[in-house]
């Protein structure tokens, strides 16, 4: 793209070329003038209009700082491509935190107000210093991940040692809100919902991603039945499954079944990445307990495991209440082995016979009489 490199007295017209390793600016790409390197060591210091729009940035060149003029078009195309990848200054300034809505494992997430174009955002803000290389990279990945249950990532930067991720503001409540409302969930909202993010997980397993948790907070239930996964640190590559402690209870299957057979490396890293997927069933598992119960769970993760008793005489048989509770059973499983896999719930949930009427499936006492029927959302379906 065609710029302008601002002097004290005078203005010089160059060429700005971007390649994967740096920003090269120039009269053309024989006869080159600076040399930017994307790092995170770069600061990138954007300047704006009286407006807010972006007229240029500057930058350190052998301790000076260097003006590039550029029209707002064309530094938000830039900016699209350096997003993550150098330290910006001056962007953080745009935007006014109004008040932190909720913490996650290292970043807090703040209601926010942009000046540039008067809206309310949500914020997250990430110290740098709190994140290894790898978590770091992983963050970016998971921005860049294009699924429809995965919230969207509106703007991130990195600025003064904290990486900023801007998402639009959503219509709803969380699953933790609807579980903990005062009408049950149905049965048939609850297959939905279940199904959806079955069908999630499993596309996520496909790319080689596992969850380092999934509670009820961490899933948003939108207005117009969309269900979306709204924080950023859940999911990590399955070479890199260092999990929470409930996965010492998969690693003790893991060593005892070592001990017994004899395998090659490969086959070690294909039984692995089966136990981490089964992980995942195990804490979804743990998410259906919560909604058929509606109650949310308070117990440590390393207790999911544990064996749920139904009491078969207040379901009637065949009711879809009835099949979700065999579901749950399965899932909360504790030998991965006989776990029931992502893929074979899907199955299970899409055989459930909704044409059957029972599905008064709880005793007529007082105390079940105070839930009231609600309409079921509508779930939208996203193919596996």
Sequence with gaps: MICRSQHLLFSTDYKLYLNPQQI????????????????????????????????????????SWKTILLTHEQSLTLKDNLDGKVTYSNIAKMYNLIQCERSGYSSKIYLTYCCANQKKYYMQIFPIS????????????????????????????????NLYIVTN???????????????????????STTKTLLKFINDMHKIGYVFREITSTNIFLQSDGEILIIDFE??????????????????????????STKNTHGDWVEMERFYYEQHDVLMLGSLLKEMLTSKVQQQHSQG?????TINKTTIINRSPKYYLC???????????KVRITIQNAIYFLEDIDFE????????????????QSVKSISIKKFLV
């Excluded at 963050?139 to 600025?159: A, D, G, R, S």
């Excluded at 070479?239 to 070592?258: G, I, M, P, Q, W």
């Excluded at 059957?356 to 839930?371: G, H, I, L, V, W």
Aim: aromatic share 12%; glycine share 2%; proline share 3%.
């Design 24 to 63: 090269v600016i120039g009269k053309n790409e024989q006869n080159l003038k600076y040399k930017i390197p994307l790092n995170l060591s770069t600061i990138i210091k954007w300047s704006f209009n009286s407006d807010f729009t972006f007229n240029g940035f500057q930058f350190l060149w052998k301790n």
């Design 169 to 191: 503001i959503l219509n709803g409540k969380t699953l933790k809100e609807r579980i903990g409302s005062q009408y049950r969930m149905e049965p048939q909202e609850i297959i």
């Design 304 to 308: 999911r495991a544990r064996q749920v």
């Design 356 to 371: 059957d009427n029972s599905f008064e499936d709880f005793p007529e006492t007082s105390e079940e009489q105070k839930f």
């Design 326 to 336: 065999q579901l749950l059973q399965r899932m909360l499983e504790q030998d991965p």
């Design 234 to 259: 859940l999911l990590v590559k399955t070479e890199e499954a260092f999990r929470t402690k409930a996965v010492s209870k998969e690693n003790d299957y893991l060593h005892e079944l070592k001990d």
């Design 130 to 161: 709190d994140l290894t290389s790898q978590e770091y990279l992983r963050l970016i990945q998971m921005i860049n991940i294009t699924h429809p249950n995965i919230l969207k990532c509106e703007e991130y930067f990195v600025e003064e040692k």
